[in-house]
């Protein structure tokens, strides 16, 4: 079985944890790019795109956000698979006309989230948990798109075609969510709680969410075996 070539469109500003939560979660060779230093792939011959987590704001004047939603843009028009993770999910929502806006506190820590069905979420606990650290959110989708999953603090889940955007971080493992709360200020108080919730439940729940990145690729893969009988 040919092995999938996905881009990973790292918009981490070089977080040490980005890349190595998603080359474990992510079966598939990956060709990883620096977007925040203005690295985007010269073409869309992959199979998928995956798009991660930033500090950055999507409605920031940045000559490489810009150029990150073009080329989002372009990828969704030929059909590319993509999934968005927390920034990824706002930028995926705004490439393809959605609103962006910030919120008046950051949303932090594991959390129950409700969802419908969806083959993104085929297996998953309903609800499923994951962890959150953002402070901005969709407010309004793009034209065409459905909502997957939604709190009272925004769109959690979206899809639009062969798109997908997550608000969540479902590639976490334990030491990245306990290093990303301790590197935030937050009052003593909250910190301390969000760091408690890092328990050993609430991550083995995160971890059954991880499935959703097998069920990306799945469905990758019959996109691209599609794309090819095609061809034939």
Request: aromatic fraction near 8%; proline fraction near 4%.
């Amino acid at each position: 079985m040919r092995r999938l070539r996905l881009v990973l469109l790292d918009a981490s500003h070089g977080a040490d944890h980005t890349r190595r939560n998603f080359r474990r979660e992510l079966d598939a060779d990956l060709a990883e790019f620096d977007v925040t230093a203005g690295d985007l792939p010269p073409g869309f011959d992959y199979d998928g795109a995956v798009v991660t987590g930033s500090r950055a704001s999507v409605y920031w004047d940045e000559p490489w956000i810009a150029d990150l939603l073009t080329w989002i843009e372009r990828a969704a028009d030929r059909g590319l698979p993509i999934l968005g993770v927390c920034y990824g999910h706002q930028a995926l929502a705004a490439a393809l006309g959605g609103r962006v806006e910030a919120m008046d506190d950051i949303e932090i820590g594991y959390r129950e989230i409700d969802r419908e069905e969806d083959p993104l979420f085929a297996g998953l606990d309903d609800p499923l948990v994951a962890f959150e650290t953002h402070s901005d959110r969709v407010v309004d989708l793009p034209p065409g798109a459905t909502r997957l999953a939604g709190n009272g603090r925004g769109v959690q889940a979206f899809r639009r075609g062969d798109c997908w955007g997550v608000q969540f971080h479902p590639e976490y493992d334990r030491d990245t969510a306990e290093t990303v709360t301790r590197g935030k200020d937050l009052p003593e108080e909250r910190l301390a709680a969000v760091i408690d919730g890092i328990d050993d439940d609430n991550y083995a729940a995160a971890c059954r969410t991880k499935r959703l990145f097998d069920n990306f690729t799945e469905h990758v893969r019959r996109v691209s075996e599609g794309a090819m009988a095609d061809d034939d």
